[in-house]
């Protein structure tokens, strides 16, 4: 079964094509596409499709990341994938973004204890702590938001950071994204499919619309 992973929710955006292969084969990567600070969606769809040598008909599963993150882009990557079920009667998988960036993280070296960072605008970050070692990774606090402050002040304990740009505001910070090859193959073997509207951004404020006043009455 072919995997179509996106994964928008940084400024750094990416589609990979996995394949889930037998017991003995494991899953094979088959093409990639990423951009940075660009708005593409479709076009990194068909560049990765491209490469990878598949067809839209050929996949049978979308894996949309959840977030947290831009929420715009977190809404693109929902949207592709309820337009693909919608069209294809594909299946359908939610990943925590926040996952993926702890896998990458692990893939990429880091062990130990690690927060997990990502902005959330306001003045305030989403933060968790992963416990990562050698054989994977286990969230050790629950994902909340934490104002600059404290994010400040764990940087000057000289704990880890680890999250998109976040260099930008301390130095010490290990700058790292998600991104759609490691979200697919986190995607690889899950069978927890959902429909179209049971996937849902991972965000952690209540959504508040101000009531627009009404119009003024000229004279």
């Not at 949207?79 to 079920?85: D, I, P, S, T, Y």
């Not at 986190?186 to 959902?194: E, K, M, Q, W």
Request: aromatic letters at 6%; a negative charge.
């Amino acid at each position: 079964m072919k995997i179509l992973a996106v994964e928008f929710s940084s400024a750094q955006r990416s589609v990979a094509v996995w394949e889930e292969g037998g017991a003995a084969a494991g899953p094979a990567l088959l093409g990639s596409a990423m951009e940075a600070g660009g708005h593409r969606r479709l076009g990194l769809v068909e560049q990765a499709l491209a490469e990878a040598g598949c067809r839209r008909e050929e996949i049978g599963v979308v894996a949309a990341g959840l977030g947290p993150g831009s929420y715009t882009g977190i809404r693109g990557a929902i949207a592709l994938a309820q337009g693909w079920q919608l069209g294809r009667e594909i299946q359908l998988l939610g990943v925590s973004s926040v996952e993926c960036l702890a896998a990458r993280a692990q893939a990429e070296g880091a062990r130990g204890l690690a927060n997990i960072v990502i902005d959330a605008q306001r003045n305030e970050f989403y933060l968790t702590r992963y416990q990562i070692e050698e054989s994977g990774w286990r969230e050790a606090e629950a994902l909340r938001l934490a104002g600059f402050a404290e994010i400040q002040a764990l940087a000057g304990t000289g704990q880890a950071l680890i999250g998109p740009d976040l260099q930008k505001w301390f130095g010490g910070a290990t700058n790292t994204h998600p991104d759609a090859v490691m979200l697919g193959r986190l995607a690889c073997g899950r069978r927890d499919f959902v429909a179209g509207e049971q996937l849902e951004p991972i965000y952690l404020r209540e959504t508040a619309f101000l009531k627009a006043p009404p119009p003024r009455q000229s004279l």
